[in-house]
């Protein structure tokens, strides 16, 4: 059975900083792994798709990489700002199922 | 305009009332998803429709009733819920092919409150 976890549950940083986010998996029978962004009581904001065949992605201060053989993907915030403050949700999309699996996520916390 | 929109975002409701949850998407998708997410839990797959038909009924309480009309509208019917249904509703679609599903989009999501 797949499993999702990300570390840390919650992070709090001062302005500017780069941050990296993590999530493992325990299956690598992936065939992508998506990013989001969730803000509280909102929906969820796609960030970054990476299909399996690729290593990373990138979207403005967003770097994404994936390690399927390891179970692995970090996402790099660069020069992290007080409008990141979010929380950050992995989801893994396994063959065979119609469904994403989902991590708890990471809860990120930017201060002036 | 978001591509997957929700209505209503938010809404109470008695436990003897019945209420219906619309997600409708316009991105052209084959495939829609009802998910549940509740406070320090991870979002919890209910149902999946490809092409109109239920794909996935991930063993969730018939007080639920799921309905889709056509791939781009989708209704999750509520009657006789509890408190402990009290959740955000979260709507998504993807477009299905060969097995695999590309990237994933979410609406707004409704927040429940059941009383």
């Known amino acids: 059975k797949q499993e999702v976890t990300q570390i840390p549950a919650a992070l709090s940083v001062p302005e500017g900083e780069n941050l990296v986010l993590n999530c493992s998996f325990t299956?690598?029978?992936?065939?992508?792994l998506q990013w989001f962004r969730q803000d509280p009581g909102k929906g969820l904001t796609s960030l970054l798709l990476i299909q399996s065949s690729q290593r990373e992605q990138t979207s403005g201060r967003l770097n994404a990489s994936l390690d399927k053989s390891s179970g692995r993907s970090t996402l790099y915030i660069a020069a992290s700002q007080p409008g990141d403050s979010a929380t950050y949700l992995c989801a893994v999309g396994a063959y065979n199922t119609d469904k994403l699996i989902f991590g708890t996520g990471t809860r990120l916390q930017v201060f002036p | 305009e978001t591509g997957v929109t929700q209505t209503p975002r938010h809404l109470v409701m008695g436990m003897t009332n019945k209420k219906s949850l619309k997600c409708e998407q316009h991105l052209g998708h084959n495939a829609m998803y009802w998910y549940k997410q509740s406070a320090k839990k991870p979002l919890e797959l209910m149902f999946v429709?490809?092409?109109?038909?239920?794909?996935e009924n991930n063993s969730v309480p018939s007080r639920f009733s799921p309905e889709c009309p056509n791939s781009s509208h989708l209704f999750l019917h509520l009657h006789t819920l509890q408190p402990e249904d009290s959740a955000l509703y979260l709507c998504?679609?993807?477009?299905?092919?060969?097995?695999?599903?590309?990237?994933?989009?979410f609406g707004q999501g409704t927040r429940l409150t059941v009383v």
């Open positions: 998504a679609s993807t477009q299905q092919q060969g097995g695999v599903n590309t990237e994933a989009f």
């Open positions: 429709y490809n092409f109109k038909e239920q794909t």
């Open positions: 299956d690598s029978a992936i065939y992508n």
